[in-house]
Nanobody, 125 residues
Framework: QIQLLESGGGLVQAGGSLRVSCAASRLAFSTYHMAWFRQAPGKEREFVAAMTWTSNTDYADAVKGRFTISRDNAKNTVYLQMNSLKPEDTAVYSC???????????????????WGQGTQVTVSS
């Protein structure tokens, strides 16, 4: 069973940038689809970005053009580069992994069976 650990969250001013990372514990990392989700207080978890094991990507409309997901299979790590941050981006960002997800279901959190603990990202005005 793969284990995930996020890092890199913090406090940033609106318009700034931040990169969060997700390190995986298993050598089979490269065969998993990876995704980032976020959850703000009082709100439901929402999809942010995903990258398949073949490096195809998908982004939520709210972050498209500002966020970039990438992965380094040699380091068993997936990243989320967040630029032009807005206060509404404030949330706990969690990474997720799944090996049996079809491309059409990448945005569905129920399709991911491995999750990190999350890292807090706070964007101030």
């Amino acid at each position: 069973q793969i284990q995930l650990l996020e890092s890199g969250g913090g406090l940033v001013q609106a318009g700034g940038s931040l990169r969060v990372s997700c390190a995986a514990s298993r050598l089979a990392f490269s065969t998993y689809h990876m995704a980032w989700f976020r959850q703000a207080p009082g709100k439901e978890r929402e999809f942010v970005a995903a990258m398949t094991w073949t490096s195809n990507t998908d982004y939520a409309d709210a972050v498209k053009g500002r966020f970039t997901i990438s992965r380094d299979n040699a380091k068993n790590t997936v990243y989320l580069q967040m630029n032009s941050l807005k206060p509404e981006d404030t949330a706990v960002y969690s990474c997720a992994a799944g090996a049996q997800i079809s491309i059409r279901n990448l945005r569905d959190p129920a399709q991911y069976n491995h999750w990190g603990q999350g890292t807090q990202v706070t964007v101030s005005s």
